[in-house]
């Protein structure tokens, strides 16, 4: 089979995608800490902004998801062609959601604060700087899926370096706004903001260059809104059915966003610093997931089924392993970190609790990433989809209002309802694979590309 870029290796296409993990948390991070420089709503508001970014990056990686799918099963099974027509039939669609998100937030963010039940105090604060967050949102629709395309081509360590950059430039940036620096008034939260946007530009004119140079795709104005029919189709068989999984999530945690609004500026504070420090530990399970489900597509493209099988477990109980090691790091340095940054009692017991919590999450968690991605790179997705929205809304939002809410746990019984939601959907996509159902559309997948190449 052809490769592209580098071989199929899962450490070598998994480390640059670490690398890139480890940035974005440590400027998530960062980014935190600067907002608890400014004030605790600021930390409120940045922390609720970046559970919106999550929510739309969810509806974004649909696109990317199918885009990378579709595409790493071209590369699989020879067709080259084939794979540059998904890349830019995805790179359209991607245009068209960024500038819906930048409506819907950026033209209107009194009203999705009022739905996010931020405190009426903080709205002053918040609603220029949501106008930049719908900005970003569009920006980051465009790189999510012209990066997925570069990973399903394998060029991993180009999208670490182009992350890398734009990481470094949004510090750059970010720094001298919020604190004023050599004239420069300090901007406060609105200079994060502006980090974000700038950086994300910059970025987005590299990618246009590495597609050019190392994919052969050159981008023309329409290639940015032509919506091409045929591998548009492929590119929603594979992201629709992920579109109401990754939807249904963000609602329901949307849901338990606004439980958390609801107890308080410092419930809410303490939440944004628990799913922080979650991201920590998940990072590297999170890009053995990438990398696997990248191998797995090339594996299937080729019909290589056997070594997709063994692919997927090996991948599996490294996570695993690596998982439960940063989770048990996280419950002695987590409460310290946010003591010594924060100095706020009532946080440091919240968060301490919420890491102990951490302990029974992330091995569903781990189970879920891992076997989901398998699955869609089979293009298995419609039953786990199915299963996986009836989980959000039974135990990732319902059980979290029972506990949470109505018995009076406040975010412990949040984080019990996450953990419930993880593990029963983690559980159902391991039997599903284990039962092999997702085989069928695994070999449909490689019939629809040998007759393509037949054709042509």
Request: charged fraction near 10%; proline fraction near 3%; glycine fraction near 12%.
């Given at each position: 089979?052809?490769?592209?870029?580098?071989?199929?290796?899962?450490?070598?296409?998994?480390?640059?995608?670490?690398?890139?993990?480890?940035?974005?948390?440590?400027?998530?991070?960062?980014?935190?800490?600067?907002?608890?420089?400014?004030?605790?709503?600021?930390?409120?508001?940045?922390?609720?902004?970046?559970?919106?970014?999550?929510?739309?990056?969810?509806?974004?990686?649909v696109?990317?998801?199918g885009?990378?799918?579709?595409?790493?099963?071209?590369?699989?099974?020879?067709?080259?062609?084939?794979?540059?027509?998904?890349?830019?039939?995805?790179?359209?669609?991607?245009?068209?959601?960024?500038?819906?998100?930048?409506?819907?937030?950026?033209?209107?963010?009194?009203?999705a604060?009022?739905?996010?039940?931020?405190?009426?105090?903080?709205?002053?604060?918040?609603?220029?700087?949501?106008?930049?967050?719908?900005?970003?949102?569009?920006?980051?629709?465009?790189?999510?899926?012209?990066?997925s395309?570069?990973?399903?081509?394998?060029?991993?360590?180009?999208?670490?370096?182009?992350?890398?950059?734009?990481?470094?430039?949004?510090?750059?940036?970010?720094?001298?706004?919020?604190?004023?620096f050599?004239?420069?008034?300090?901007?406060?939260?609105?200079?994060?903001?502006?980090?974000?946007?700038?950086?994300?530009?910059?970025?987005?004119?590299?990618?246009?260059?590495?597609?050019?140079?190392?994919?052969?795709?050159?981008?023309?104005?329409?290639?940015?809104?032509?919506?091409?029919?045929?591998?548009?189709?492929?590119?929603?068989?594979?992201?629709?059915p992920?579109?109401?999984?990754?939807?249904?999530?963000?609602?329901?945690?949307?849901?338990?966003?606004?439980?958390?609004?609801?107890?308080?500026?410092?419930?809410?504070?303490?939440?944004?610093?628990?799913?922080?420090?979650?991201s920590?530990?998940?990072?590297?399970?999170?890009?053995?997931?990438?990398?696997?489900?990248?191998?797995?597509?090339?594996?299937?493209?080729?019909?290589?089924?056997?070594?997709?099988?063994?692919?997927?477990?090996?991948?599996?109980?490294?996570?695993?392993?690596?998982?439960?090691?940063?989770?048990?790091?996280?419950?002695?340095?987590?409460?310290?970190?946010?003591?010594?940054?924060?100095?706020?009692?009532?946080?440091?017991?919240?968060?301490?609790?919420?890491?102990?919590?951490?302990?029974?999450?992330?091995?569903?968690?781990?189970?879920?990433?891992?076997?989901?991605?398998?699955l869609?790179?089979?293009?298995?997705?419609?039953?786990?989809?199915?299963?996986?929205?009836?989980?959000?809304?039974?135990?990732?939002?319902?059980?979290?209002?029972?506990?949470?809410?109505?018995?009076?746990?406040?975010?412990?019984?949040?984080?019990?309802?996450?953990?419930?939601?993880?593990?029963?959907?983690?559980?159902?996509?391991?039997?599903?694979?284990?039962?092999?159902?997702?085989?069928?559309?695994a070999?449909?997948?490689?019939?629809?590309?040998?007759?393509?190449?037949?054709?042509?």
């Amino acid at each position: 089979m052809k490769k592209s870029g580098q071989k199929l290796d899962l450490f070598a296409i998994t480390w640059p995608m670490f690398v890139e993990q480890l940035l974005m948390m440590a400027i998530g991070t960062l980014g935190l800490w600067m907002a608890g420089h400014v004030s605790t709503a600021a930390v409120a508001i940045f922390g609720l902004a970046n559970q919106l970014r999550g929510i739309f990056d969810r509806l974004f990686r649909v696109v990317g998801i199918g885009t990378s799918v579709m595409v790493t099963q071209h590369k699989g099974g020879g067709d080259d062609a084939g794979a540059r027509d998904v890349a830019r039939a995805g790179l359209a669609a991607s245009v068209w959601t960024g500038l819906i998100a930048m409506v819907l937030i950026g033209l209107a963010p009194a009203q999705a604060l009022k739905l996010l039940r931020l405190p009426p105090e903080l709205f002053e604060l918040a609603t220029p700087f949501f106008v930049l967050t719908g900005i970003g949102l569009a920006l980051d629709s465009i790189f999510i899926t012209m990066v997925s395309v570069l990973r399903a081509y394998t060029f991993t360590k180009d999208s670490m370096r182009l992350t890398m950059a734009m990481n470094i430039l949004q510090v750059a940036v970010s720094v001298p706004l919020v604190f004023g620096f050599s004239g420069i008034p300090a901007q406060g939260l609105m200079g994060l903001g502006w980090g974000q946007i700038i950086s994300r530009i910059v970025v987005l004119i590299l990618l246009a260059v590495l597609w050019l140079h190392r994919l052969h795709i050159r981008l023309t104005p329409i290639d940015l809104f032509r919506l091409a029919r045929g591998p548009l189709s492929g590119i929603l068989h594979i992201g629709l059915p992920s579109a109401g999984e990754k939807i249904a999530f963000r609602i329901a945690f949307l849901m338990t966003v606004s439980m958390a609004a609801g107890m308080g500026t410092s419930a809410l504070a303490s939440h944004a610093y628990g799913m922080q420090a979650a991201s920590w530990v998940t990072m590297y399970m999170v890009s053995l997931g990438f990398g696997s489900e990248i191998i797995i597509g090339h594996l299937i493209g080729a019909g290589k089924l056997k070594q997709a099988n063994a692919t997927l477990w090996r991948t599996l109980w490294i996570a695993m392993g690596i998982t439960m090691a940063g989770a048990i790091a996280s419950c002695f340095l987590t409460p310290a970190a946010i003591g010594w940054l924060a100095n706020d009692p009532q946080l440091v017991s919240l968060i301490t609790t919420i890491v102990i919590l951490e302990l029974l999450l992330e091995p569903g968690r781990c189970l879920n990433v891992v076997l989901m991605g398998g699955l869609r790179a089979a293009g298995d997705v419609r039953f786990p989809v199915k299963f996986s929205v009836v989980s959000n809304f039974v135990f990732g939002a319902g059980l979290s209002w029972l506990l949470g809410v109505h018995f009076g746990m406040g975010l412990p019984g949040i984080w019990i309802g996450y953990i419930a939601d993880e593990w029963a959907r983690g559980l159902i996509m391991s039997w599903r694979w284990y039962r092999l159902g997702w085989t069928t559309t695994a070999r449909a997948a490689r019939r629809r590309i040998l007759k393509k190449l037949a054709a042509a």
